[in-house]
């Protein structure tokens, strides 16, 4: 059965502080795995990956995936406040293009001033 | 600017009731999801759907319904609601075709208090 777990489950960091969120996987067809913001609503799209080793970057967020240990990272340097929200991991499952995702429990980060 | 709406953002419902919560979505997706989010649960599946009137269960579909009668617009049903489906319900659309693939969309949620 494919599955995902991220970890941790939450953390509280100061502003400043460099954070890495944790997302394993075990996918019999793996094809991409996608990191979600969800701050007070709607979950937004912050990244796909789907190879080894290239580093995807959008200002102090960027995020790797290791296909041979089967996990990726979500990193984000220089915390800010408004970078407190749940990250969610997940990746699509099942077999043809239904787009059907299975999500990670969720990373609930708390940056204080 | 992709867009996916619903009904309400909060909801208050009494045991027993029938519940209709909508979405609609305006980017022509063929794909849309619907799923509720409990904590330290993540995003769980209730029931998705590839195309008009075609429908499948997801990982939790025990006590709802779905319908799809139009392409923009994805229902989910609560035949008789309990306090166990208290929850934050999240909508969601996806284009197989999209140029990240599998990425979906998302509406704003629904908070539903159900006394």
């Known amino acids: 059965e494919d599955k995902v777990v991220q970890s941790p489950l939450s953390l509280v960091v100061h502003e400043g502080d460099t954070v890495t969120l944790n997302c394993s996987y075990e996918?019999?067809?793996?094809?991409?795995l996608l990191w979600y913001k969800q701050e007070k609503k709607a979950p937004t799209f912050l990244f796909m990956l789907?190879?080894?080793?290239i580093e995807k970057k959008s200002g102090r967020l960027s995020s790797i995936l290791d296909k041979k240990e089967l996990f990726s990272i979500l990193n984000i340097t220089a915390t800010q406040t408004g970078d407190s929200a749940v990250y969610l991991c997940a990746f699509p499952a099942g077999s043809g293009n239904t787009g059907k995702l299975i999500f990670g429990q969720g990373t609930t980060l708390q940056v204080k001033p | 600017d992709v867009k996916v709406t619903q009904s309400s953002r909060y909801l208050v419902k009494r045991t027993g009731e029938k519940v209709f919560l909508e979405c609609v979505q305006d980017?022509?997706?063929?794909?849309m999801f619907w799923y509720r989010q409990d904590p330290g649960l993540g995003l769980r599946l209730i029931y998705f759907?590839?195309?008009?009137?075609?429908?499948e269960k997801g990982d939790i579909p025990e006590g709802y319904s779905v319908s799809r009668e139009k392409k923009e617009r994805f229902s989910l049903i609560l035949e008789s609601a309990s306090t166990n489906q208290t929850s934050m319900y999240l909508c969601?659309?996806?284009?197989?075709?999209?140029?990240?693939?599998?990425?979906?969309?998302f509406g704003p949620g629904t908070r539903l208090t159900v006394l």
């Open positions: 980017m022509d997706h063929e794909n």
């Open positions: 969601a659309s996806s284009s197989p075709g999209g140029s990240n693939l599998n990425e979906q969309f």
């Open positions: 996918v019999t067809n793996f094809r991409s």
């Open positions: 789907t190879s080894s080793g």
């Open positions: 759907s590839y195309d008009v009137k075609m429908k």
